[in-house]
């Protein structure tokens, strides 16, 4: 490529880039205003009189009086929970539909598996809200966690894995008196700790950072997660005070963000390897 | 090898869990929601009548109350479809175009930082926006002031609202389009480049006669996650517009949501969710043979 255009196509990615990361530098450089400079409708990225007093605020939980820190517990815990019971269950049973040659209905479970990525989530949406009222478990930890665990994309992930995994080293093992169990934990699991990181990255974020379910799973201000919390604030009275609203968003992205930066590699592998497929 | 029952039970019991979850959050709640569409399911009464297809008849019913609801907000999801789809796309591809013609050294941080808004969930990608398109003190509108332009009601009139719109989502939600396409990109052998620029084409024809036909398959891909991403908008009108102005904003899922939860009449809110799922499968089942018959 001559020099010029490749100076050119910098210079574009640049300005483009720019404009992508304005709006989140924005809300950092809001998070540090107080509400009346929030509001003055300057377009200074530098705060005239920084102030740290949004953030002491929400720490402290006085934030508008809603419990911030709460949120983010609510939604870290919720959020570790579920991506712990997805690895857990979908690498056992992709471990079985790959290799457990004896599985009953091993193929009609595996596409009954595979057909359901196909369905739209408004289809068990409303069906699912009270299947958890029935139980009386609407507004509870377990409605915030345990929906997630059906999804069968873990499933279909790491089958494609463990499928591939050479036989020789599970007969091997076998020939040495190893159970299922054993092959699983000690030979299966080890292998795939690449793999499981990708898909645990993926589920957390999921978890963390879904909007719809949570909103209308919890009822009470203190079983709110963060996103479902930010909601309600951003429909309520407080939507202007910028400042504030600013340092909440800041700490509700901050460990979403660090797993995302941090696995980002792994993110991308899983979305292109459900492309490919 | 002999397979005992024993062997057969175990080897049960490591699906066993996953199944459990599977039909208790999946399966069930699909058929579920089929009985509670044929029947009048008051959120908070215990008694429901049996229906059979009346909301779904009702749906169909021109001068019905549930028959402009679900029309008109399917009519606002299609607009929104319509209008995000191919930018997505487009824009989604030029950007993984863009990224891949950087130098190697700067690919990696480029990609990610149009991949980080889609970090951020709904409802901080809302707020965000909120203050960014603020009619007095938004950044955009003290952009625009700066320039002497008057600034813009974003959010409350028509069409800037769906511009609004579909300006955040294009935002929030492009990278993932662009990551998919970069990596398409860079799996197309460099000798088929080389081969065509030794036979003399220039960029644009090799563009459509290489790239186009090798990323065919992650094509259809990101027209159907896009498609039913699309289909599925409801953060956006629900925190940035509130579905106006008036109800032209007011999307089927923020319909179907109300109708359950506002007026709390599940069995015509799951009716409209049940076509609403319907749609979306149809449509996807349709693009893929779509692209499918094109290649043969």
């Not at chain 2, 896009?226 to 102005?245: K, M």
Request: net charge positive; hydrophobic share 55%; proline share 5%.
């Amino acid at each position: 490529m001559r020099k010029s255009s490749r100076i050119g196509l910098i210079l574009l990615a640049v300005v483009t880039a720019a404009i992508f990361l304005l709006p989140l530098v924005w809300m950092i450089s809001t998070s540090f205003k107080n509400d009346f400079e929030a509001l003055a409708g300057n377009m200074n990225f530098i705060p005239k009189k920084p102030t740290i007093e949004n953030y002491v605020q929400g720490l402290q939980g006085e934030l508008m009086n809603v419990p911030i820190t709460r949120w983010i517990l609510n939604s870290l815990s919720v959020g570790i929970i579920g991506t712990t019971l997805v690895l857990l269950l979908n690498s056992m049973a992709s471990y079985a539909l790959a290799r457990l040659q004896d599985l009953p209905l091993r193929r009609t479970l595996f596409s009954m598996f595979i057909a359901s990525l196909m369905i739209p989530g408004v289809l068990t949406f409303l069906p699912m809200y009270m299947e958890f009222n029935t139980f009386n478990l609407i507004n509870t930890y377990y409605a915030l966690f345990l929906p997630y665990t059906a999804g069968a994309f873990g499933v279909f992930l790491l089958y494609q894995f463990f499928i591939s995994f050479p036989r020789e080293i599970e007969e091997a093992a076998r020939i040495d008196g190893a159970d299922k169990w054993q092959i699983y934990s000690r030979i299966l699991l080890p292998s795939a700790v690449s793999i499981m990181v990708t898909l645990g990255i993926f589920t957390f974020m999921g978890i963390y950072n879904d909007f719809v379910w949570p909103l209308y799973a919890t009822t009470s201000p203190e079983m709110r997660t963060i996103t479902a919390g930010i909601a309600m604030m951003a429909q309520g009275s407080y939507v202007q005070a910028y400042g504030k609203l600013m340092a909440m968003t800041t700490i509700a992205t901050l460990p979403v963000l660090i797993v995302f930066i941090l696995g980002q590699r792994s993110f991308v592998k899983a979305i292109t390897q459900s492309a490919v497929k | 090898m002999k397979t005992t029952w024993q062997s057969r039970l175990t080897s049960s019991l490591f699906v066993l869990p996953y199944l459990l979850c599977f039909c208790t959050f999946l399966l069930f709640p699909i058929l579920y929601g089929v009985y509670i569409s044929l029947h009048n399911f008051e959120l908070l009464s215990v008694d429901h009548e049996f229906v059979g297809f009346e909301h779904y008849i009702k749906i169909f019913t021109p001068g019905t109350y549930l028959n402009s609801l679900f029309f008109h907000g399917l009519w606002a999801t299609a607009q929104f479809v319509i209008y995000s789809v191919p930018l997505l796309i487009v824009l989604g591809l030029a950007l993984a175009l863009l990224v891949h013609h950087l130098p190697g050294k700067l690919r990696g941080l480029f990609r990610t930082f149009f991949f980080l808004p889609y970090a951020v969930s709904a409802s901080v990608m809302a707020v965000i926006w909120l203050m960014m398109f603020d009619s007095n003190a938004g950044f955009i509108n003290s952009v625009l002031m700066k320039l002497n332009i008057q600034g813009i009601p974003w959010l409350t009139d028509h069409p800037w609202s769906w511009i609004a719109l579909v300006m955040t989502t294009l935002w929030w939600t492009i990278g993932f389009n662009m990551v998919i396409f970069a990596n398409a990109l860079n799996e197309v052998p460099e000798d088929y480049y080389e081969a065509a620029s030794i036979d003399g084409a220039g960029a644009w024809r090799k563009f459509a006669s290489i790239t186009l036909p090798s990323i065919r398959p992650v094509m259809l891909f990101v027209m159907i996650t896009s498609t039913i991403a699309s289909f599925n908008i409801y953060a956006q009108p629900f925190l940035l517009t509130r579905g106006g102005p008036g109800d032209t904003t007011k999307v089927l899922l923020i319909n179907i949501l109300d109708q359950a939860f506002v007026r709390k009449e599940l069995g015509s809110a799951s009716a409209m969710a049940i076509l609403m799922a319907l749609l979306i499968m149809i449509i996807s089942i349709f693009q893929f043979r779509l692209t499918k018959s094109r290649k043969e």
